[in-house]
């Protein structure tokens, strides 16, 4: 079975300082990961993904993750944030043997940025 | 464009009306997704399609019905709306089954009164 949890619903942070968004994931199989973000009233875009290369993935917009299997994690980092990174992240898992198209949503977490 | 585009962007229903949902993607991916956002609820899956005339319930299919004629398209039906259907409804594509990421439209607001 394949699981993904969000461990933070809501993060705050404060411009220019980091920014960790954490995910943890439970999937039978070796797993292909993936963060989208979601803007207010638009739709969800992909940021990076995970698909059994290098562990450390970067991707758009100064973001990057990485995949620790002994940790079962796919945390998303940025070194500084930006007011334009407020929006929803979701943390996606994908793997052999799952159902519903294999295509499994962690709950999403809320990032604030203050100026 | 290539890309997968929804239509309408917003709509507006009475309740027991029937309202289709068009979903239309250019890059002939084999899987297609139907999704509703809900506040607390995050995405909840309502249908997928493997492939066309292949379609396959999800977590919430109740009172929504899907087609697939077409690899292109994945129209999404309410045979007689309800206003707990009121949500943004997204879809999305993607090329495989594994390792592939979807791809997801703009999304459409429907709204049941």
């Known amino acids: 079975a394949q699981s993904v949890t969000q461990l933070d619903s809501h993060v705050s942070v404060s411009e220019g300082t980091p920014v960790l968004l954490r995910c943890n994931y439970s999937s039978s199989y070796s797993p292909s990961l993936f963060w989208y973000v979601q803007h207010p009233n638009k739709g969800l875009q992909l940021l990076l993904k995970?698909?059994?290369?290098?562990?450390l993935v970067k991707g758009i917009n100064g973001f990057e993750a990485e995949f620790k299997k002994s940790e079962t994690s796919f945390h998303l980092t940025k070194p500084s944030a930006h007011m334009s990174d407020a929006a929803e992240y979701f943390c996606v898992v994908r793997s052999y043997g799952g159902s519903q198209g294999n295509l499994i949503f962690g709950k999403g977490t809320k990032l604030s940025v203050k100026p | 464009d290539a890309g997968i585009t929804q239509s309408p962007r917003y709509k507006i229903t009475e309740t027991g009306r029937q309202v289709t949902l068009m979903c239309h993607q250019t890059?002939?991916?084999?899987?297609m997704f139907w999704y509703r956002q809900d506040l607390g609820h995050g995405l909840r899956l309502i249908y997928y399609s493997a492939a066309a005339d292949i379609t396959d319930k999800g977590e919430v299919p109740d009172g929504y019905v899907v087609s697939r004629s077409k690899t292109e398209n994945f129209p999404l039906t309410l045979e007689s709306a309800t206003r707990s259907q009121t949500s943004v409804y997204f879809c999305?594509?993607?090329?495989?089954?594994?390792?592939?990421?979807?791809?997801f439209g703009q999304g459409t607001r429907l709204t049941v009164v």
């Open positions: 995970y698909t059994s290369a290098a562990t």
């Open positions: 999305a594509s993607s090329e495989g089954q594994f390792n592939t990421e979807a791809f």
């Open positions: 890059w002939s991916h084999s899987y």
